[in-house]
């Protein structure tokens, strides 16, 4: 069984900003599942997409992959010919654990996994690029960079699966989605201090924009159409295509 997320289960005087440390890593599995609301939908639908727009001899990618579910649902998915698959991770830990994980399933396609930060990583002859809860984590200076290195490396016909937490313009709705995700939270097993605790560490860290900024962003970039595929309370993730 995969180790339980305990670390904000104790009181702390002093909550320090969240990083992808040994710590975290060690939990991560239980930590997103029982973090964000439809997880588990997002990572099995990444093979569905896989399956229907990897094209042959292009490369899949991963961006930010943490433990590599993407890149493995990915791998389940791909039916094309040709195809490897690059994930990639700055936390050491993640990228470490995550070979192992890849090393120990048995698909086919090709998988490596780069210990390097996605802002440094060409991404080249690419059909499918996931980037699952990882632009979140960029300073929002750097995101526009980001997405246009990812459509500027897209082959014709190729997508991008962009997962995130989404902040709402109208306080109301930020109210009532952010309430929500915390019951969700709670329904998942953690404490009113738990929550609490983890909410502080991610407040300077995890910087979420609204779903028009995120559009707008790929539109300028220069993909033509944007699917919001999957939403649950402030977590949404879009299919954004690059024309034929
Ligand atoms: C929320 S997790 C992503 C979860 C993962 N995509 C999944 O679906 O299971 C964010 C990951 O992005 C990584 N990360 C954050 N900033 C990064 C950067 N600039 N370059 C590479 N990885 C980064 C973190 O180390 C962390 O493992």
């Known amino acids: 069984m995969e180790p339980k997320d305990t670390?904000?289960?104790?009181?702390?005087?002093?909550?320090?900003?969240?990083?992808?440390?040994?710590?975290?890593a060690a939990?991560?599995?239980?930590m997103i599942r029982r973090s964000?609301?439809?997880?588990a939908t997002v990572i099995a639908?990444?093979?569905?997409?896989?399956?229907?727009?990897?094209?042959?001899?292009?490369?899949?990618?991963?961006?930010?992959?943490?433990?590599g579910a993407s890149a493995l649902a990915m791998?389940?998915?791909?039916?094309?010919?040709?195809?490897?698959?690059?994930?990639?991770?700055?936390?050491?830990?993640?990228?470490?654990?995550?070979?192992?994980?890849?090393?120990?399933?048995?698909?086919?396609?090709?998988?490596?996994?780069k210990h390097a930060d996605i802002r440094d990583v060409p991404i080249e002859?690419?059909?499918?690029?996931?980037?699952?809860?990882?632009?979140?984590?960029?300073?929002p200076e750097q995101r526009d960079a980001m997405i246009q290195k990812i459509f500027d490396g897209l082959r014709p016909g190729g997508i991008l699966l962009l997962s995130e937490k989404i902040a709402f313009e109208d306080a109301d709705k930020e109210a009532f989605e952010t309430d929500m995700h915390h019951e969700f939270k709670k329904l998942m097993g953690y404490s009113n201090l738990e929550v609490a605790q983890k909410r502080k560490s991610l407040e300077n860290v995890l910087l979420p924009e609204t779903l028009a900024a995120h559009k707008?962003?790929?539109?300028?970039?220069?993909?033509?159409?944007?699917?919001?595929?999957?939403?649950c309370f402030n977590f949404m993730s879009l299919a954004a295509f690059k024309e034929s």
């Open 45 to 67: 639908m990444t093979k569905v997409f896989a399956e229907q727009y990897a094209q042959p001899d292009t490369v899949c990618y991963d961006l930010g992959c943490s433990l």
């Open 36 to 39: 964000v609301p439809g997880y």
């Open 27 to 30: 939990v991560f599995d239980d």
């Open 216 to 231: 707008q962003r790929l539109a300028n970039a220069g993909f033509t159409k944007t699917h919001l595929w999957f939403q």
């Open 75 to 113: 791998r389940k998915g791909i039916v094309q010919p040709g195809c490897n698959i690059i994930a990639v991770d700055n936390s050491e830990s993640m990228a470490a654990r995550c070979r192992k994980i890849v090393a120990s399933d048995e698909s086919g396609v090709p998988v490596k996994v």
């Open 125 to 139: 002859k690419a059909s499918v690029v996931v980037m699952n809860f990882t632009l979140q984590f960029l300073s």
């Open 7 to 24: 670390l904000y289960l104790d009181y702390r005087e002093r909550v320090a900003d969240f990083i992808f440390d040994d710590a975290v």
